[in-house]
């Protein structure tokens, strides 16, 4: 049960968390159970050194049992009601109203923790200070915005999500060749009442040409948690620049400043996998935005940004907060996904491999990025048509590697008519079933139900394509449909071993907009 509930202060607190749980331990999944007692093995989860094996829990009596691992051997043993560690796993089993008899079993799945490739970069808007007037307008990648000072010296300060190498700097000059920066420095500290240290220093800079970007290497600094940039003398007592733009190492084509920046390898269900999963953070603090978005990769190269990876795809976005958000985080060797809740909104983001139809020889990297938006600009109070979970994804919400290698985008709905459910989509392009919408008939299932015993349905999402080549591409792993009528948000619905969250789609509450999420 490789699930973390809690709550996060912020959307980068919120980041922080999801990046600990993955890469700090690794995850159990996949439960089964043989016997006669009714007690449950709940509180799964590996170890900072697990690996994947097959572990399997033995009773010997009614309350005591053996723990061994198909790679690692004997783990140990346990009782029934007390919580047991190893080294590979930890569990705790409660007792049922019929009890365990001697040769029953629980047989549970381990992988090994995710491998953090990257997790950099500032750590968020509020963490950058200036006595320039416009200080975002550094960081929006428009030359024509610019920030400002009636002064010859000024600075910039940031701080990062965790110590960073500043290799480089580069500065963009106005439009105009009358101010510009003549010496300028970098310096550092690693804790907030410390002295600034100066990394280096640059003098007697000439320009030759309007919004001219001169590119500062810097030696070898080591790793500091905060960074400031100054400008002790100008052209003329002002100070008018249109880009700061900080690197970790000479030639990067991404921005320190900018953003906060992760990149996750998986190692999949068997642990042989490489599977890449990259995250971002957008906030503006002008229009109350503080969003992240999951990003996949077919490849890593630690010069470029998360969406400018190749053959990646760009971001799919969470629309939070930068205050409380409740949270929900599923993981396992090959996929994450994400609940969270920002007052009465509830989203969901799905990163990793599906379970496809066709074995690895023909889709070897089935890889699905999900969220609720495609605009990193979206806010979570947005009624737009295109702010949906992925089990109804809107335009620009869902894209998923095919067998031939090619990321094609999914949307069931989108802004093409007015109100919070716009229009059918009616170009060809991929689905998600069941809450499928054709151009020439609404196939949502309004009308499904609860089951005639009064359980609830879990319908798989499965994923298909309409364009040629026509593909029935398989299902999320762990993400399913479920009918509205008589649940809200945060329902439980137990199916088998395993109990699952109710989620609604985003602030929707009509019988078709639910899912659920197993807690595996």
Same mark, same amino acid.
């Given at each position: 049960?490789?699930?973390?509930?809690?709550?996060?202060?912020?959307?980068?607190?919120?980041?922080?968390?999801?990046?600990?749980?993955l890469?700090?331990t690794?995850h159990?999944?996949?439960?089964?159970?043989v016997g006669?007692?009714?007690?449950?093995?709940?509180?799964?989860?590996?170890?900072?050194?697990?690996?994947?094996?097959?572990v399997?829990?033995?009773?010997?009596?009614?309350?005591?049992?053996?723990v061994?691992?198909?790679?690692?051997?004997?783990?140990?043993s346990?009782?029934?009601?007390?919580?047991?560690?190893s080294?590979k796993?930890?569990?705790?089993?409660?007792?049922?109203?019929?009890?365990?008899?001697s040769?029953?079993?629980?047989?549970?799945?381990?992988?090994?923790?995710w491998t953090?490739?990257?997790?950099?970069?500032?750590?968020?808007?509020?963490?950058?200070?200036?006595?320039?007037?416009?200080?975002?307008?550094?960081?929006?990648?428009?030359?024509?915005t610019?920030?400002?000072?009636?002064?010859a010296?000024?600075?910039?300060?940031?701080?990062?999500?965790?110590?960073?190498?500043?290799?480089?700097?580069?500065?963009?000059?106005?439009?105009?060749?009358?101010?510009?920066p003549t010496?300028?420095?970098?310096?550092?500290?690693?804790?907030?009442?410390?002295?600034w240290?100066?990394?280096?220093?640059?003098?007697?800079?000439?320009?030759?040409?309007?919004?001219?970007?001169?590119?500062?290497s810097?030696?070898?600094p080591?790793?500091?948690?905060f960074?400031?940039?100054?400008?002790?003398a100008?052209s003329?007592?002002a100070?008018?620049?249109?880009? =700061? @733009?900080?690197? +970790?190492l000479? &030639?990067?084509?991404?921005?320190?400043?900018e /953003?906060? #920046?992760?990149?996750?390898?998986? %190692?999949?269900?068997?642990?042989?996998?490489?599977?890449?999963i990259?995250?971002?953070?957008y906030?503006s603090?002008?229009t109350?935005?503080?969003?992240?978005g999951?990003?996949?990769?077919?490849?890593?190269?630690?010069?470029?940004?998360?969406?400018g990876?190749?053959?990646?795809?760009?971001?799919?976005?969470?629309?939070?907060?930068?205050?409380?958000?409740g949270?929900?985080?599923?993981?396992?060797?090959?996929?994450?996904?994400?609940?969270?809740?920002?007052?009465?909104?509830?989203?969901?983001?799905?990163?990793?491999?599906?379970?496809?139809?066709e074995?690895?020889?023909?889709?070897?990297?089935? =890889? @699905?990025?999900? +969220?609720?938006? &495609?605009?990193?600009?979206?806010?979570?109070? /947005?009624? #737009?048509?295109?702010f949906?979970? %992925?089990?109804e994804?809107g335009?620009g919400?869902?894209a998923?590697?095919?067998?031939?290698a090619v990321?094609?985008?999914?949307?069931?709905?989108?802004?093409?008519?007015?109100?919070p459910?716009?229009?059918?989509?009616?170009?060809?392009?991929?689905?998600?079933?069941?809450?499928?919408?054709?151009?020439?008939?609404?196939?949502?299932?309004?009308?499904?139900r609860?089951?005639v015993?009064?359980?609830?349905?879990?319908?798989?999402?499965?994923?298909?394509?309409?364009?040629?080549?026509?593909?029935?591409w398989?299902?999320?792993?762990?993400?399913?449909?479920?009918?509205?009528?008589?649940?809200?948000a945060?329902a439980?619905?137990r199916e088998?071993?395993?109990?699952?969250?109710?989620?609604?789609?985003?602030?929707?509450?009509?019988?078709?907009?639910?899912?659920a999420?197993r807690?595996?």
């Amino acid at each position: 049960m490789s699930t973390k509930i809690s709550t996060a202060t912020g959307y980068l607190d919120f980041l922080k968390q999801v990046d600990t749980y993955l890469t700090a331990t690794g995850h159990a999944w996949g439960k089964t159970f043989v016997g006669t007692g009714n007690g449950d093995l709940t509180a799964y989860l590996g170890s900072a050194t697990s690996v994947a094996e097959t572990v399997t829990v033995t009773f010997s009596s009614s309350t005591a049992f053996a723990v061994s691992g198909s790679v690692s051997g004997s783990l140990g043993s346990g009782t029934v009601g007390t919580p047991f560690t190893s080294g590979k796993i930890a569990f705790s089993i409660s007792a049922g109203s019929t009890a365990f008899a001697s040769a029953d079993a629980f047989v549970i799945n381990t992988s090994a923790k995710w491998t953090r490739l990257r997790g950099t970069g500032c750590a968020g808007t509020d963490k950058r200070s200036s006595d320039l007037t416009g200080l975002e307008n550094l960081f929006d990648t428009d030359v024509s915005t610019r920030a400002t000072k009636a002064a010859a010296d000024g600075y910039v300060e940031w701080e990062m999500v965790g110590p960073t190498e500043v290799r480089e700097v580069v500065v963009q000059r106005n439009a105009v060749n009358s101010t510009v920066p003549t010496s300028v420095r970098l310096l550092y500290r690693d804790i907030v009442s410390d002295p600034w240290t100066v990394a280096q220093t640059w003098s007697g800079l000439s320009w030759v040409a309007a919004s001219e970007a001169k590119l500062l290497s810097v030696g070898t600094p080591g790793t500091h948690l905060f960074w400031r940039f100054e400008i002790t003398a100008s052209s003329v007592a002002a100070i008018d620049l249109s880009a =700061l @733009i900080l690197h +970790a190492l000479p &030639g990067d084509s991404y921005d320190l400043g900018e /953003s906060a #920046s992760y990149v996750w390898e998986a %190692p999949g269900l068997d642990g042989t996998k490489a599977i890449l999963i990259g995250a971002r953070t957008y906030g503006s603090g002008a229009t109350d935005t503080f969003n992240i978005g999951f990003s996949g990769l077919r490849a890593f190269d630690a010069t470029k940004g998360v969406e400018g990876q190749p053959n990646g795809v760009s971001a799919r976005w969470l629309a939070l907060v930068n205050s409380s958000i409740g949270y929900w985080l599923v993981v396992n060797g090959q996929r994450l996904i994400v609940a969270t809740k920002s007052a009465s909104v509830y989203q969901t983001a799905y990163a990793g491999f599906g379970t496809p139809y066709e074995p690895p020889s023909a889709h070897s990297y089935p =890889l @699905i990025v999900a +969220a609720s938006t &495609g605009t990193r600009t979206t806010r979570y109070d /947005s009624t #737009s048509a295109d702010f949906r979970h %992925p089990m109804e994804p809107g335009s620009g919400s869902m894209a998923a590697v095919y067998p031939d290698a090619v990321w094609r985008s999914h949307a069931n709905r989108d802004q093409s008519s007015a109100g919070p459910d716009g229009g059918t989509v009616t170009v060809a392009g991929g689905r998600v079933w069941p809450t499928t919408l054709r151009s020439d008939s609404d196939a949502r299932p309004t009308f499904i139900r609860e089951n005639v015993d009064g359980t609830r349905p879990l319908l798989p999402g499965v994923l298909f394509h309409t364009a040629s080549p026509a593909h029935i591409w398989g299902e999320f792993d762990g993400y399913y449909w479920t009918p509205g009528f008589g649940t809200v948000a945060e329902a439980n619905i137990r199916e088998g071993l395993f109990d699952h969250l109710v989620v609604q789609n985003i602030f929707r509450t009509s019988a078709q907009s639910y899912a659920a999420v197993r807690l595996d």
